[in-house]
């Protein structure tokens, strides 16, 4: 069982280029969520989903779009990269409300 | 706000007892997670609360007082693995989203 896996591990940008960042899980999950997490600050919810064609955002979703066409993938995207978006990301999905989250092996992403 | 407090750090000794304590605003509250971190992993789940009283499993137990905003996590019989980020995080109500606010974390350093 892979779980959650994220795409790609490590990734360099310059800014203003794009990227998409892909959270592909294999349990069945209906709910998804991508997190940023920067020191000091803890884990921030960016956007998440309930469901397959749903997507909403959390607390810090400026510069980030989202799309879950497939009930098994979450893709974050960046239009616009901003050395502030240098961050882990981390993808979680859960099945239900009193289970925790299971996560991805984060991505690192440094914008230059 | 939705604030969610934790020590920032602690260090304890191999085979001693800690408690990491929590508070988070009160209302709207609907379960409380604890999940481990280790240094460059994921986070991965711990322990679940929704009602008062502690949940025990080996090593680790969390207490929860939903009148106080107040839970904790209690390690013991520490060992030097248990080295690790505990981060605190509550679901408040807000539609069917299971969506989590994550405090900033506790470091724990178990020396020996």
């Known amino acids: 069982n892979a779980g959650v896996t994220q795409t790609p591990k490590f990734r360099v940008l310059k800014t203003g280029q794009s990227m998409t960042l892909l959270c592909a899980q294999d349990?069945?999950?209906?709910?998804m969520y991508w997190y940023r997490q920067d020191p000091g600050m803890g884990l921030r919810l960016i956007h998440y989903?309930?469901?397959?064609?749903?997507?909403a955002k959390g607390e810090v979703p400026d510069g980030y779009n989202v799309s879950r066409l497939k009930k098994q993938n979450f893709l974050l995207g960046l239009e616009s990269a901003a050395p502030s978006q240098t961050s882990v990301y981390f993808c979680?999905?859960?099945?239900?409300?009193?289970?925790?989250?299971?996560f991805g092996s984060g991505t690192r992403l440094t914008v230059v | 706000g939705q604030n969610i407090d934790q020590p920032t750090e602690m260090t304890a000794t191999e085979g001693a007892i800690v408690q990491i304590n929590c508070t988070y605003q009160?209302?709207?509250?609907?379960?409380l997670f604890w999940y481990q971190q280790h240094a460059g992993e994921a986070p991965t789940f711990l322990s679940y609360?929704?009602?008062?009283g502690l949940e025990e499993k080996g090593r680790f137990s969390s207490f929860l007082s939903r009148s106080k905003g107040y839970s904790y996590l209690l390690l013991k019989e520490l060992q030097m693995k248990d080295s690790a980020s505990y981060l605190c995080?509550?679901?408040?109500?807000?539609?069917?989203?299971?969506?989590?606010?994550f405090g900033t974390g506790t470091l724990l350093a178990v020396q020996p």
């Open positions: 979680a999905s859960t099945r239900a409300a009193n289970y925790g989250y299971t």
């Open positions: 349990m069945n999950h209906e709910y």
């Open positions: 989903s309930v469901g397959e064609g749903t997507t």
């Open positions: 009160t209302s709207g509250f609907n379960g």
């Open positions: 609360n929704v009602l008062d």
């Open positions: 995080a509550v679901r408040f109500y807000g539609g069917a989203t299971n969506k989590l606010i």
